[in-house]
């Protein structure tokens, strides 16, 4: 069924059922394009949701959903499962959304104060750098976030405390992940508007895929009580 996951369907001579497993990049990739084409009705929901702006989290909880269901090699049915995240994680995505957006506007005007007040006191270098690692420690920290609501029942203080502390710990993790999401993200909005054709396509869910790739084995291994691997619904 289409370009990537014919090949997947094809009978042939099986897997060697004393090969080592798959993991790394290797992982990455194959469970990537054998996704492929979910991934891509799965950007176009996740845009369709957004239209009200204020959606927004609430739509990022649920291509999570999807994603981590993907990296996780469970059954998912792309709009069924996006659509019941959506529903079900509202009220906590909803406020995360807006936490997110606060925290990042306060770092980014921070940010540019210093930079400029730098121009007169070059101290002031100091606290523009300081915020600078700030953002990143967010940024680590947000690709946990979402995976985080939708795989365990926390409450919203226990899920940012959470990621913050899986972003340091699985930093093997969290620093190649947030670097590719800002290649991808800072690229596509370099040559934006010549760009639009792939944030509409696939870029979106490509970034939710890696996050949940990133986070999922810190998750695994380190969420309490096992929760990450009872809530499989």
């Not at 994603?67 to 529903?87: G, I, N, Q």
């Not at 007169?120 to 947000?142: E, H, K, R, S, T």
Request: aromatic share 16%.
């Amino acid at each position: 069924m289409g370009l990537f996951s014919s090949n997947y369907d094809r009978p042939g001579p099986g897997i060697d059922k004393d090969a080592p497993p798959k993991k790394g990049l290797v992982l990455f990739f194959d469970i990537y394009f054998r996704a492929f084409w979910e991934l891509i009705k799965l950007n176009f929901i996740f845009i369709l949701f957004c239209i009200p702006i204020v959606t927004i989290g609430p739509a990022c909880a649920a291509m999570s959903k999807v994603t981590m269901l993907m990296v996780r090699e469970r059954p998912f049915f792309v709009f069924s499962d996006f659509f019941e995240a959506f529903k079900k994680e509202f009220k906590q995505s909803f406020a995360t959304g807006l936490l997110i957006g606060l925290l990042s506007v306060m770092l980014l005007v921070g940010m540019r104060f210093y930079l400029q007040a730098a121009a007169q006191n070059p101290l002031m270098y100091v606290l523009w750098f300081l915020f600078i690692v700030m953002a990143f420690m967010l940024g680590m920290a947000c690709i946990y976030v979402y995976p985080l609501i939708v795989t365990v029942s926390l409450p919203l203080k226990s899920i940012f405390k959470n990621a913050l502390l899986l972003s340091i710990i699985c930093l093997k993790h969290s620093l190649p992940a947030l670097i590719a999401i800002l290649v991808i993200g800072g690229g596509g909005l370099l040559y934006f508007p010549l760009t639009i054709p792939l944030f509409l396509v696939f870029l979106l869910s490509l970034i939710s895929f890696i996050c949940s790739f990133a986070a999922w084995p810190g998750m695994k291994k380190y969420v309490a009580g096992g929760q990450a691997e009872e809530q499989q619904d």
